[in-house]
């Protein structure tokens, strides 16, 4: 365990205790993850951090982000191609993309099938071992370890962090990694749960992507373009996104735990045009699940 004195982000001594928090996948596991706040930036985080080896046990060989490949690749690969970005993200043809937390490589050998140079970090080494024997350029280490053995020299136009900063123990020396690796017009695109989104500020550690002890921070907006300034970045582009079926999950969690109503009754009531609908108006106040970020160099945006 590695005890924080200081927040993982703005450095400050202003850390205090918030409440004991159970396993988000295992909810009859008795709560154990000591989770404490910052009152200067309000980030809140995991205390004592659990080391890698002591999570080893929530990571198998077999764990979902290990997959080496897409459902229905073929069909994803053609309408990535129709619409010209795959998972929000314009398809960076001809240019060199660096997946930060790659687990099995599924998420890059889609994009490798649509003509980008790949290569990808994981600190797993069953999972990246699997991506290599799927002929995905794969370092087995951390960003920081990535950086301390080969250095910087080699640039990539996209950088990837897809729901992996939650689990990194000081993110803005993480961001700053990314930042020494990115190209001079390059971006760093950044995806995690939305600490600040409705139905996380009401479940608490029970809303599903808060998912202690996977995530051990929680980012709102502002925590996570802290962490970029403070990285030396700049912000490019700032939204949310609400994926339909995780906030029905969401909705159906909060009517549980609040009114008691089974899962099966709640989505009886939720159609898909009204999830969709509530998703949207989510997004458009800038309060969805998940908070996407695009950091470039400062420059880039004078």
Request: aromatic share 12%; hydrophobic share 35%.
């Amino acid at each position: 365990m590695q005890k924080f004195t200081n927040c993982p982000v703005c450095r400050s001594q202003k850390i205090s205790f918030r409440y004991t928090a159970g396993t988000a996948r295992q909810p009859k596991e008795a709560p154990k993850w000591s989770v404490y706040g910052c009152e200067d930036c309000g980030l809140v985080f995991v205390n004592p951090r659990p080391t890698w080896d002591e999570l080893s046990d929530y990571y198998p060989e077999g764990w979902q982000c290990y997959n080496t490949y897409v459902p229905d690749e073929e069909d994803v690969v053609k309408q990535a191609k129709k619409l010209n970005e795959y998972r929000h993200i314009p398809i960076p043809v001809g240019k060199r993309l660096l997946d930060v937390g790659c687990g099995g490589g599924s998420f890059i050998q889609v994009f490798k099938k649509l003509g980008v140079e790949v290569a990808g970090i994981e600190p797993s080494s069953s999972a990246a071992a699997a991506a290599r024997e799927c002929g995905v350029d794969v370092f087995t280490g951390t960003v920081e370890e990535y950086v301390a053995e080969k250095g910087t020299d080699e640039k990539f136009d996209v950088i990837l962090c897809s729901h992996v900063l939650g689990a990194t123990p000081l993110p803005a020396e993480t961001l700053d990694c990314m930042r020494q690796l990115l190209a001079p017009n390059g971006y760093i695109w950044v995806a995690v749960p939305n600490a600040d989104s409705p139905y996380a500020r009401q479940l608490g550690w029970r809303w599903h992507s808060t998912d202690y002890p996977y995530n051990l921070i929680g980012y709102t907006p502002k925590t996570l373009a802290l962490a970029g300034e403070k990285a030396g970045l700049a912000i490019q582009r700032n939204y949310t996104y609400s994926l339909p079926d995780a906030l029905r999950y969401s909705i159906c969690l909060w009517q549980r735990y609040r009114w008691f109503v089974p899962h099966k009754v709640s989505r009886f009531f939720l159609s898909d045009e009204r999830v969709e609908r509530m998703a949207k108006e989510l997004d458009s106040r800038g309060e969805g699940e998940a908070i996407l970020m695009e950091f470039c160099h400062p420059q880039s945006v004078d």
